[in-house]
Structures are given as structure tokens and as C-alpha cells.
């Protein structure tokens, strides 16, 4: 039975929905040409507003510290939601906790196989981590890749040991060890959803998660046929290997076509076939994010369930902040209005 917090926690979530940023305000953004006047329109008219009134009288703005502002007030609203009503937020909050955890960690890897592991000590460890007892500043202060293993065997993930150099100076796979720092993130998730949470909600909440992995599998495979002629062996090395919609048949079929015209033309006639006709492959990464974003809709209103209703917001909100941080990135570099649009994923 649900309790009367977690209803709230539904109508909040619901609340901070209607308060989203509209397209026309995505308009007005990609229509500006200075960080201040991005700052400005972020503080005086939208719901980011206590987030930005610290950078009102700052003398100098960059992307960076921008961005950062937007990442820390995705961060702070979903800690706030999701410790309102704990049995319905901790394994949703900590799904972007983990991210979190293993977006920092990769950073890492990708700096220690360039010689360059003093970089990651510029970056600021998360106060809380995934539940896995990663001690961040003891990591980043690591400079050789045997010292990395021995810490890493003492972890959650331990698995990443099996894809690293076993000795200094060895060769980094770094797509291979983003591909398992995400098999394991999901492993220790859905473990945490499973346990922690009732059965059909958890269903639910795999189900949104295992499309997201799926289509990020296909993306892969997709690129890796079009721009790499990768072999099959490499492809499914890469994947992270949940399913959700494509049956085992039709995965197999796709790793095994020819080319990625043909890969995507057995895409289309699989079980996403109604979502690529009305949201459009073209761009497939845009249309990855797209159908995850339609998913999010869909649950904030209609679904009844608390936690499907909570997570669809902050998926609809990290959207909301993603297509921001590309209006940033445009106006920086100049690119004109309608090119920035055409890359923001609005439904």
C-alpha cells in the first residue's frame, strides 16, 4: 500500500514537470550569442533560477562553470526528490550515483593510460559514491596500472581487472573497459532494484533501463559497421548485453549484416519499428535518446506508481539539462541557431 510520502513524491515530481522549459524557451536560448545573457535567461525565467543568481554579478563566465552549475542542480534536485520518500528514491538516486561513480572512474583510466593521471585530481569526487567503496582521493593518486589492479581487486569492481594491461606501460582498450564499467554498474543496479524494490515497479524500472542499454548497444553496432567494419567478435565484446525488446534472433541477425544499412533496416522491422516511424532514424543517436524521452512521458502521466512516475522526471529533467549544455556548447563555438536546434532532443 502506498504510503501518503510516496504520493507526494509523485505529485511533486509531477509538479516540477509542468515547470519544464518549453520549446520556445529552447528557442530563445539557442537564439543568444553570450554566456551572460544564457546565465542571465537561466536565472530570471526558469525554474534553474537559484541555481544561477550566484553568477549574476560574476565578471567572467565560462562553459565550464556553466555547465557545471546545470550538472550540480540536475545532482541537488534528485537527491532532494529522492531522499523525500526513501523506499521509493534510494535505487533510483543511486542508479545516478553510480554514474556518477563510473563516469569519474573511466575519466581516470582514460588519463592514467595517457601518463597523465595527476589530471583526475583536479576533478572533485562525488560525497557520496555508489554503495561501492570507492575512496576517490586514494584513486586518483595512483600512478601505475599494477598499483590499480591490486586496489580494484578489493572493490565492486574487481570484474574491470579482467580488460586492463597487466603491467605499466601495456595497451588501454578504453572502449572494451567502458563497455564492462557499464556491465557492472548495471549489474549492481538491477541487483539493488530486485531487492529493494516491489516486484512490478521493479520490472518496470528494469524494463526503461534495459532499453536504454539496448539502444545504446545498437548504436554501437550501428557506428561500428558504418564508420569501422569492426568484426563480429569485437562488436559483441563491446556490448553491454541486456535486452529489452530486440528477441536474441534479431540481435544476432543485426551483428551479423553486412553493412550498417542493412543492420538498421532489421532494426526498423523489429519490435521498435512504430517508434522509428514516428520519431525518425536519421540521426540514431538522437533517436536513441528520443525513445527514451517518449518512454519518460508516457510513465509521468499516466503511470500510478510513485518511483516510475519519480524516475521519468529526472529523466526528462538530465534531458531537460543535456539539451542546455548543447546550447552552451553552441554558442561558444558560434554555430548557428537552427543547427543547434536540430540537435536538442525535444518531444
Known amino acids: 500500500m502506498q504510503s501518503k510520502a510516496s504520493n507526494s513524491v509523485m505529485t511533486r515530481a509531477r509538479a516540477k514537470y509542468g515547470c519544464r522549459l518549453s520549446k520556445a524557451d529552447f528557442e530563445s536560448l539557442a537564439g543568444l550569442t553570450r554566456l551572460h545573457d544564457t546565465a542571465s535567461f537561466l536565472r530570471t525565467r526558469t525554474h534553474y533560477a537559484p541555481y544561477f543568481e550566484s553568477l549574476a554579478n560574476a565578471p567572467e563566465l565560462s562553459r565550464l562553470l556553466l555547465e557545471s552549475t546545470l550538472k550540480k542542480a540536475f545532482f541537488d534536485e534528485a537527491q532532494k526528490l529522492c531522499g523525500f520518500e526513501k523506499s521509493v528514491g534510494n535505487s533510483i538516486f543511486r542508479y545516478y550515483l553510480l554514474s556518477r561513480e563510473t563516469e569519474l572512474i573511466f575519466d581516470y583510466i582514460m588519463n592514467l593510460s595517457r601518463g597523465t593521471p595527476e589530471k583526475s585530481l583536479l576533478r572533485t569526487p562525488p560525497a557520496e559514491t555508489g554503495g561501492t567503496k570507492i575512496d576517490f582521493a586514494k584513486l586518483f593518486q595512483i600512478t601505475e596500472t599494477r598499483e590499480l589492479l591490486k586496489y580494484l581487486s578489493k572493490t565492486k569492481y574487481a570484474k574491470l581487472i579482467a580488460v586492463l594491461p597487466k603491467t605499466d606501460g601495456g595497451s588501454f582498450d578504453l572502449a572494451l573497459i567502458e563497455a564492462t564499467l557499464e556491465r557492472i554498474k548495471y549489474d549492481i543496479l538491477f541487483a539493488d532494484i530486485k531487492k529493494n524494490m ?34 563480429e567478435s569485437t562488436i559483441r565484446a563491446n556490448m553491454i548485453g541486456y535486452r529489452c525488446l530486440l528477441s536474441q534472433k534479431a540481435v544476432d541477425a543485426i551483428i551479423s549484416a553486412p553493412d550498417a544499412r542493412e543492420a538498421m533496416e532489421i532494426f526498423k522491422k523489429s519490435r521498435y519499428s512504430s517508434r522509428a516511424a514516428s520519431l525518425g532514424t536519421e540521426d540514431f543517436e538522437l533517436f536513441c535518446e528520443k525513445a527514451v524521452l517518449d518512454s519518460a512521458i508516457r510513465q509521468i502521466h499516466f503511470s500510478s506508481d510513485p518511483a516510475i512516475v519519480l524516475a521519468a522526471y529526472l529523466q526528462i529533467m538530465q534531458n531537460e539539462c543535456d539539451n542546455i549544455i548543447k546550447i552552451i556548447e553552441g554558442i561558444v563555438y558560434k554555430v548557428p541557431k537552427d543547427e543547434i536546434l536540430s540537435n536538442l532532443i525535444i518531444i
Open 198 to 231: 516491489p516486484s512490478e515497479t521493479a520490472t518496470l524500472l528494469c524494463y526503461n533501463l534495459r532499453m536504454r542499454i539496448e539502444l545504446t548497444d545498437f548504436n554501437m553496432i550501428y557506428r561500428a559497421k558504418k564508420y569501422y567494419s569492426l568484426p
